[in-house]
């Protein structure tokens, strides 16, 4: 894998096939079948300029990731295909078993839930079908538990739903508990095929270690084979076997810990603040409420954190909560109420389209 570079001039072209928003999930079912198999080109489901890839790349997903710069993350089938087995092992899943695909087919989590179809020798349904396993983000089981009723009633008739995309609290996912889910948290990326940690524990195959600067760095038979486009950066958040993510975290035994993205720190007034960290504290505080903290160049303060918030609540608690938790430097010099959340990729907040939000409110 850490050849990549030279593996794709040296192995023979293999065409990728370009799977557009006309097609329905039983033709890119079977094209991934083929793409998998070897007997069809690679598929993509994204936006990327490649006609052809190296000849064991079976699924290019274009990523911009939290970073925003686009990257063409390309996985053999061995690796989609390893991460279908851990996950079913974890799982408890026997051939038969049926997934329902509540996510875009436009991120590894909705192409697994697909990969995970095809090993068990079932197709894909969808919400009008009880399923015994499917994949959600929590802005879905937010959804679910506080009015969408079909939705519900379809997790809680799956022996287990997974729950990635973004950081989930605690009190939601007791809620959901107490509402008859089977709630099971996935922490994972694009280039190791996904979720490869489940419930806080890493599925059989996968290591996890904290590098010298407190990032997580992950290992397994399920990473990616490179950038296609970005042959560099590949090499920069790699180390030998290892991919070095973006994600602060602590080792708990055999647990691992997600504290939250290195890159999304701020300096306002001299003191650093972690929006990922700002964010879940207050999902876990006030789970009924969805939240997005952000920061805005200001002279005063060289950034300043703003918090936009889906919906209405009485701002000094939101505030106080934040002062006693963390400090003064952590509570919003601006407050925006009654928002929709915009959302990258599954679950995160996108941070860009709320910054011209704010600029165009202010």
Same mark, same amino acid.
């Given at each position: 894998?850490?050849?990549?570079? !030279? ?6 072209? *293999?065409? #990728?096939?370009?799977?557009?928003? &006309? ?12 793409? #998998? ?9 994204? !936006?990327?300029? *490649? ?23 390309? #996985? ?65 089981? !937010? /959804? ?49 095929s996904g979720g490869c940690i489940y419930n806080d524990t890493a599925l059989e195959g996968v290591?996890? /270690? ?99 918030i889906d919906g209405s609540m009485e701002p000094n608690l939101i505030k106080d909560s934040l ?5 003064g430097h952590a509570v919003p010099k601006e407050l925006i109420f009654n928002t929709e959340i ?16 704010? &600029?165009?409110?202010?």
């Open positions: 894998m850490e050849n990549f570079t !030279h593996l794709e001039s040296q192995l023979p072209a *293999r065409d #990728l096939l370009h799977i557009t928003p &006309e097609w329905e999930i039983p033709q890119i079912f079977e094209a991934l079948k083929d793409a #998998l198999s070897g007997s069809g080109p690679a598929i993509t489901v994204g !936006h990327t300029s *490649r006609q052809s890839v190296p000849a064991d790349c079976a699924v290019v997903v274009p990523t911009s990731g939290s970073s925003g710069e686009p990257k063409d993350v390309a #996985l053999s089938a061995s690796a989609l295909i390893a991460g279908a087995v851990a996950s079913h092992k974890f799982l408890g899943a026997v051939a038969g078993d049926t997934w329902s695909l509540l996510l875009p087919i436009t991120h590894i989590a909705g192409i697994n839930v697909l990969v995970r179809a095809i090993q068990l020798g079932t197709e894909p349904v969808d919400m009008n079908t009880s399923a015994v396993f499917t994949a959600i983000v929590p802005t879905q089981l !937010h /959804r679910a538990l506080h009015g969408e009723e079909k939705l519900l009633k379809h997790l809680q008739n799956a022996k287990a739903v997974l729950v990635g995309g973004a950081a989930s609290s605690g009190a939601l996912l007791e809620q959901a508990r107490k509402a008859g889910i089977n709630p099971v948290t996935t922490y994972g990326m694009s280039e190791m290591q996890f /270690r904290i590098n010298s600067e407190g990032a997580i760095e992950l290992a397994g038979s399920m990473r990616a084979m490179g950038y296609l486009n970005a042959p560099e950066l590949w090499k920069q958040v790699t180390d030998g076997e290892w991919f070095i993510t973006s994600d602060s975290g602590k080792v708990d035994g055999d647990k691992l810990v997600v504290l939250g993205r290195l890159d999304d720190q701020i300096n306002t007034g001299g003191k650093k603040i972690s929006l990922s960290v700002i964010d879940n504290f207050l999902h876990e505080k006030f789970p009924r409420q969805r939240f997005a903290s952000l920061s805005i160049p200001d002279k005063e303060w060289g950034e300043k954190l703003v918090l936009v002062r006693t938790e963390f400090g915009p959302l990258i990729s599954i679950g995160k907040p996108d941070r860009k389209k709320l910054r011209d939000l704010f &600029e165009t409110i202010g």
